[in-house]
């Protein structure tokens, strides 16, 4: 899944979802939208955040608010993330320290912490648009704070993971097996499934073969 995904939630219909479909779907945006940012995030240029990591919160909010129910148009969706998103100017100076380097600070440190704050203004968000627009600041930080730290410690197993994956595939080159060789090795999915082209993607992108 990628951000044309969220494009997706933002133009679809939702008002026969579940209140469950619609949790899922929100998790989805989310994780989408996290991902992405968390990726921008290592652009070595300090502020260069406002440029490229607020459209895709500001997506990520849109397509939230459409699972709900409500259409948030590109104009006025600044004004739903200043009550959901907490302090913006913090974040972006957070953002600055880290690449200008902040002691003990680094891309990785600096992707972690928008993947979290993404996550945790997507939690917001949902509580904000679920609550029918009613939820009170306090509720809506505790949401962002809790969902920043899920939302952090989910994306430092995640790469603890990948590295873990990266290494194995690693070995079995060595050994000499091919493409299709690893992914049944590591996935149990062969070349005929349908289900193998979402593997080659991971595959290609753990590896770099993209």
């Not at 949790?23 to 300090?46: D, H, N, Y």
């Not at 006025?76 to 957070?94: C, H, K, P, R, Y």
């Not at 690693?170 to 590591?186: C, F, P, S, T, W």
Request: proline share 2%; with cysteine.
């Amino acid at each position: 899944m990628n951000l044309d995904n969220i494009l997706e939630y933002i133009t679809s219909d939702y008002s026969n979802s579940s209140r469950k479909e619609k949790q899922e779907k929100c998790s989805q945006v989310r994780t989408i939208a996290a991902g992405a940012g968390a990726a921008l995030a290592l652009v070595p240029m300090p502020f260069a955040d406002i440029f490229t990591i607020t459209p895709v919160q500001y997506l990520m909010v849109r397509a939230i608010g459409n699972i709900y129910g409500y259409k948030i148009s590109e104009n006025s969706v600044g004004e739903v993330v200043a009550v959901i998103g907490g302090g913006f100017l913090g974040q972006q100076t957070i953002l600055a320290l880290f690449k200008i380097g902040l002691p003990g600070a680094g891309g990785f440190f600096g992707s972690v912490f928008v993947y979290g704050w993404t996550f945790g203004m997507g939690k917001a968000a949902e509580l904000y648009f679920a609550s029918g627009m009613t939820a009170t600041k306090e509720d809506l930080k505790k949401a962002r704070e809790s969902g920043a730290k899920e939302g952090e410690k989910t994306y430092r197993e995640n790469e603890v993971k990948d590295a873990e994956l990266k290494n194995r595939i690693q070995n079995m080159r060595e050994m000499g097996l091919n493409k299709e060789q690893i992914i049944y090795a590591v996935w149990n999915v062969t070349a005929s499934d349908n289900k193998y082209g979402k593997f080659e993607l991971e595959f290609k992108r753990l590896t770099g073969d993209l």
